[in-house]
């Protein structure tokens, strides 16, 4: 069987994002949930996720974009202020600290994995206070993880996008394994997040092409009363798979097992 960590991004955005990400990771549809700690849900959340200690990964979701307060900035500032080094190394990295406190605060331990929100972790600078936050909170033999956008495969109907991500997060998994810390040497689950996509389709063709101890993104949420999350109709479209037969059956077909990382 191949390994495969599934993890479903946003966790505490919204409360329908996280009761949707509980209840796949309840029924074994998720291996691994990272979550973004800065927002006003993320303490309520928290408690939802106390059942499935030991059973899934749980890992910070680092946020620069979302706009849970004024720091946030959108990803296209991000994306050309790492590459001319116009940030300040010393805030991102304290910026990282207080998320991973506050994951810590409410989970008691710290977390399993950390990756990026629309994958700003792995941007030039910001991967050098990701690597200086983890050297001051992890003090024992056992470390984070990392998401390593680099290694991006399978981009579906985004390949634009997953080209633009490649160039801009280059280097990334070397740069994690130099701070001796692992990544999973595949990474899946990029498109274009549209509700028109075929994602059943796209799923076949990750599974079928993914090796043993990948790692897959995915946006899993219920369907919400409200239009501020842009890609809403999307979340309820892959929880809808997520939580059906034709899913289990695709692994099956591809002798793929859900499992967390180090399992």
């Known amino acids: 069987m191949k390994r495969l960590t599934l993890c ?8 329908a994002i996280s009761a949707g ?6 029924a074994g549809r998720l291996s691994a949930t990272s979550v973004m700690t800065q927002s006003p ?36 500032h991000w994306l ?16 990282l600290l207080r998320q991973i406190d506050a994951f810590a605060a409410e989970m008691g331990r710290l977390p399993d994995f ?6 700003v972790h792995a941007l030039p600078v910001v991967r050098d206070a990701l690597t200086d936050a983890v050297a001051l909170r992890w003090t024992g033999d056992v470390r984070p993880y990392l998401r390593a956008p680099d290694l991006t495969r399978l981009p579906g109907d985004a390949g634009l996008k997953a080209a633009i991500l490649r160039v801009a997060c280059r280097g990334f998994a070397g740069h994690a394994k130099r701070a001796g810390l692992a990544t999973p040497g595949w990474f899946g689950g990029l498109y274009s997040l549209q509700c ?3 994602y059943a389709g796209l799923m076949r063709t990750w599974l079928a092409g993914c090796p043993d101890r990948s790692l897959m993104m995915c946006h899993p ?10 890609i809403g109709p999307t979340r309820a479209v ?22 967390r990382f180090e399992e």
């Not at 939802?48 to 296209?76: C, M, Q, W, Y």
């Not at 949420?221 to 842009?230: N, R, T």
């Open 221 to 230: 949420g219920l369907p919400a009363s409200d239009d501020s999350d842009p």
């Open 238 to 259: 892959e929880y809808r798979y997520l939580a059906g037969a034709e899913f289990l059956e695709a692994c099956r077909q591809q002798g793929v097992s859900l499992a």
């Open 196 to 198: 028109r996509a075929d």
């Open 114 to 119: 950390i990756d990026g929100h629309q994958h």
């Open 80 to 95: 050309l202020a790492s590459q001319f080094r116009l940030l300040s190394r010393a805030d991102l990295r304290d910026a």
């Open 8 to 15: 479903a991004d946003d966790f505490a955005q919204s409360p």
């Open 41 to 76: 849900h993320w303490r309520e959340g928290a408690r939802l996720l106390v059942p499935l200690e030991g059973k899934i990964d749980v890992g910070l979701h680092f946020n620069l974009t979302h706009p849970f307060d004024a720091s946030a900035r959108p990803v296209n």
């Open 21 to 26: 990400i509980v209840e796949l990771a309840a």
